[in-house]
């Protein structure tokens, strides 16, 4: 993708996230995720699942005795984020992206889905510097 | 603004399902031996236009009205008040206790359950009501679930035998659709909650149904249910649903295919899993 569009295109997952990440997200039971702490961790993007009933992003993260980590990070229903914008090549294979999480209460390399930013600046979901 | 079309009711959003819809229905009509119910009409002017997708508004509470302790279904402290006898009081308690403590499972999370009716109207994820001279189909993408009322003149079932969305015949007041269900399974095999605070009834459950648009873009749907197993009076709850922008698309939703949240049966617990299906939590 272009650059510019990409940025457009970012630029309206970010909008239409700005509503929607609560809800979606909200499905299920909310006891796994601390919706108080807000986690940052960078990494790779392994996978991004793009199914129903959520998409989950899967990012491989060095931790910090350097060893490598995968993260399962869950966002909300492929259908109402596609209406939104985000698409499975949103989060491409490879690419090195930031993400803010609301981790797992018990410490699992788990988190819900606040916003991530990749290397070239854009960002998708809730993102404030 | 245009006048909307009253000739038909299938929107544009939905027109692949809903051709889809109408030609299983008409192939099961047909298969009604010298039934007189189920006569294939085309005619469906007077019928009101309620084509497009619908979104519910105000959130999966399903009795915002009622409701206290603030937030959404899940909000600790929350809950609503139904008028419930003593014997479903306790069902509720227990089931908001369990809520409190992250360990009521959602019965929609047993990915091929369907959300059987009232809840049918307490989804999030779009809408569309399918408008026939002899039925109409309540589609909504979450799930996906399908309930039909039929407005053919058919008498209910004689003997119903509960069913997750039970049996509703109804006919039209003016603009209004009007339609009793009757034949809820309920609570009785403990998977068919109203929403996550974990509301319930029984399978006595006789609700009457009024549906309109009260302006061009909103459509209310109240609900007067009376159950003589768990209600000491009706309980009317009323939901509201907004017509999304035209061109709205809805897609698949199938809830197994890659449900990482399933419920423990042994714990109510809500899991969650990695990407091997190992649990991280």
Not at chain 2, 138 to 148: C, D, H, K, S, Y
Request: net charge negative; with cysteine; charged share 20%.
């Amino acid at each position: 993708m272009k650059s510019i569009n990409r940025l457009a295109f970012l630029t309206l997952v970010v909008v239409g996230s700005l509503i929607l990440v609560q809800p979606v997200i909200a499905h299920h039971s909310g006891a796994g995720f601390n919706s108080a702490e807000v986690k940052e961790v960078t990494g790779t993007i392994k996978e991004f699942q793009f199914k129903n009933p959520h998409v989950w992003i899967q990012v491989l993260v060095r931790n910090a005795e350097g060893q490598e980590e995968e993260w399962s990070v869950e966002w909300g229903s492929p259908n109402v984020l596609a209406r939104q914008g985000v698409r499975p090549s949103t989060f491409p294979p490879g690419a090195t992206v930031t993400m803010r999480v609301n981790p797992m209460l018990n410490g699992a390399p788990a988190g819900g889905f606040i916003g991530a930013k990749f290397a070239d600046g854009t960002s998708v979901g809730r993102w404030q510097e | 603004m245009t006048t909307p079309t009253r000739r038909t009711s299938v929107s544009l959003g939905g027109v692949l399902q809903a051709k889809f819809a109408v030609a299983a229905l008409a192939g099961t009509l047909a298969l009604i031996p010298g039934s007189g119910y189920g006569q294939q009409q085309t005619d469906v002017d007077g019928l009101p236009d309620w084509s497009g997708a619908w979104a519910m508004q105000g959130g999966t509470v399903f009795d915002r009205a009622t409701w206290t302790g603030g937030g959404g279904a899940i909000t600790v402290g929350s809950r609503a008040h139904p008028p419930y006898n003593a014997e479903w009081e306790a069902i509720y308690t227990r089931h908001v206790d369990l809520k409190d403590q992250f360990l009521l499972p959602d019965t929609n999370s047993i990915c091929g359950i369907p959300t059987g009716f009232p809840r049918i109207f307490n989804l999030p994820d779009p809408y569309e009501f399918v408008v026939r001279p002899e039925q109409v189909w309540i589609l909504t993408e979450n799930g996906p679930n399908v309930a039909r009322i039929y407005t053919d003149g058919r008498p209910h079932l004689e003997e119903p035998w509960g069913t997750y969305t039970g049996d509703s015949v109804g006919h039209w007041e003016g603009d209004a659709l009007v339609f009793t269900t009757i034949g809820l399974k309920g609570w009785r095999d403990q998977d068919q909650i109203l929403d996550r605070s974990g509301l319930v009834l029984s399978d006595a459950a006789h609700v009457t149904t009024r549906m309109r648009k009260t302006t061009d873009r909103t459509l209310e749907v109240q609900m007067t249910i009376e159950d003589s197993g768990a209600l000491t009076k009706p309980w009317i709850v009323t939901k509201t649903f907004e017509k999304m922008p035209a061109g709205t698309h809805l897609f698949d939703y199938g809830c197994a295919e890659n449900n990482r949240n399933p419920v423990d049966p042994s714990t109510g617990r809500t899991l969650m899993l990695g990407p091997d299906g190992e649990k991280l939590n």
